[in-house]
Every structure is written in structure tokens, then in C-alpha cells.
């Protein structure tokens, strides 16, 4: 069995590859430690730094400002790391119907038309799903779409051959088991717990929809997936939990 220092090597280089959070220099580890099935536990930890920070808001300023406040806070945390991977997906799959120009397109860090009309909508789709939400749904939300939203992202790894030699998802460029993809669900569970039993169903049917819809997208467009790929994934997870958690069920 893998010792806990492992797993808490592998938790300390999830940390550092998807936050900007400042880690001391000894909690710094190679790109081998990486393991993607640690990826959900550390998206609950941004969830709940966005619920401290609209906590913390909320005390100052209304709740509509307040959730603007905690999205820019988790934008920052993370250096905007999935959303310019959703941004760049718009990029390369809005631009071109071929396999190269697209993943060409996509490694591109200029930020084209489609990938600005994206980011805008789907930014504009969280806070207002996230208005709708009633206040004290508010921090389950946070908590369960951040977390969530990165299990879904990682089980494309399950299905899925990385596309690129190179690239911001090679450290975590590996096949993940099913026993690996099961611990990851395991580990952020309790969370399905905080939120009205009506709403479960219908978050668990809309991710399930539009997991099977994206992974046969990628296959057919360009046979596996990118880092870019993952992060859209991530991005249209999560908008998909505040809607469905915002809609009169």
C-alpha cells in the first residue's frame, strides 16, 4: 500500500500544478509525483476558499457583489488556469474542422474571437446561475462545483489518448484506472450531502450527458484529448452544476 508520505506528495504537486497558492519550498515536488486522481480533493479546497471569500464579502457588500468577488478570488487562486483552456478549445474548434489546425489553433496563446465570446458567455452563465441560487445553497455550490467539475474533467483520462507530445496536461498525460477514478469520486462524496436530494439526479444526468457528448466530440475530432480539452471540460462542468442547482426543480 502506497505510504502516506506518497499521498501527500502527490496532493502537495496537485496543489502546485492547478493553483497559484504559495506552498513552502519543501512541499515543491517533481512533475512524476502529479496524479490526477488527487485533482477533485484539491478543487473542494478551492471551493472552500470560494466560500470563505463570499462568506467574508457577504459581510460587506451584497450577495450579488459578494459572489462576483468569490469568482474573481478562485480565478486568481487557480492563475485562470481552466478557463484559458476553455478559452483556447473555443479557439481551436470554433477556427477550423481539421485535426492539425485545430490543436494547432489551440497551442496558440493568442486569445482569438470564439475564445473571447466563450469565456465572456460562460463567465456571464456562472454569476448569473450563481445569483439564482438560493444564499444558503451558496457555499454547497462552490464546494460541490469546483470539486465535482474536476472529476469530470479527469475521467476523460479513463477513455481518452493524450494528443500532443508536449503541452500543459503532460505531467498528468496517463491512462487513470477505474480503481483510481472511483477513490477520486470517493474522496470528495460526503459533498453529494449538502445539497437537496431533488437536485442530485439532475446534476449527476446533466454531467453524465455531457460527459458521454464531449468524449465522443474529442474522439471524432481529433482522436483523444488535450490540456485545453480538460479545462473546457472543467469550465462546462461546473456552469452546469450552478444551473441545474439555480433551476425551480
Not at 474533467?153 to 496536461?169: M, W
Not at 449527476?204 to 471540460?233: E, H, K, M, P
Amino acid at each position: 500500500m502506497p505510504s502516506l508520505n506518497l499521498h501527500a506528495r502527490a496532493l502537495a504537486s496537485a496543489l502546485m500544478f492547478l493553483t497559484r497558492l504559495p506552498l513552502p519550498a519543501r512541499w515543491q515536488f517533481p512533475p512524476e509525483d502529479l496524479q490526477s486522481a488527487y485533482f477533485p480533493f484539491v478543487g473542494m479546497l478551492i471551493g472552500g476558499f470560494a466560500s470563505l471569500c463570499y462568506e467574508l464579502a457577504s459581510l460587506f457588500w451584497p450577495q450579488e457583489l459578494a459572489i462576483l468577488i468569490a469568482l474573481a478570488a478562485t480565478i486568481w487562486a487557480t492563475g485562470a488556469f481552466h478557463e484559458d483552456g476553455f478559452a483556447d478549445s473555443c479557439d481551436g474548434f470554433g477556427g477550423s474542422w481539421d485535426k492539425a489546425e485545430i490543436l494547432r489553433i489551440m497551442q496558440d496563446s493568442r486569445l482569438g474571437t470564439y475564445g473571447c465570446i466563450g469565456l465572456l458567455l460562460i463567465l456571464a452563465l456562472k454569476y448569473a446561475a450563481l445569483i439564482a441560487v438560493p444564499a444558503e445553497q451558496m457555499i454547497p455550490a462552490f464546494l460541490l462545483g469546483h470539486s465535482l467539475s474536476r472529476l469530470v474533467s479527469i475521467s476523460h483520462l479513463s477513455d481518452l489518448s493524450y494528443v500532443r507530445l508536449e503541452g500543459k496536461a503532460k505531467p498528468v498525460a496517463t491512462f487513470l484506472s477505474y480503481p483510481q477514478l472511483l477513490a477520486a469520486t470517493v474522496s470528495i462524496a460526503p459533498l453529494w450531502f449538502l445539497i437537496p436530494g431533488e437536485k442530485l439526479l439532475p446534476i449527476a444526468a446533466a454531467l453524465l450527458v455531457w460527459r458521454f457528448w464531449f468524449n465522443r466530440y474529442l474522439q471524432r475530432w481529433i482522436g483523444g484529448y488535450t490540456g485545453d480539452c480538460l479545462g473546457a471540460s472543467q469550465q462546462v462542468s461546473e456552469t452546469l452544476i450552478y444551473l441545474v442547482l439555480a433551476a425551480s426543480l
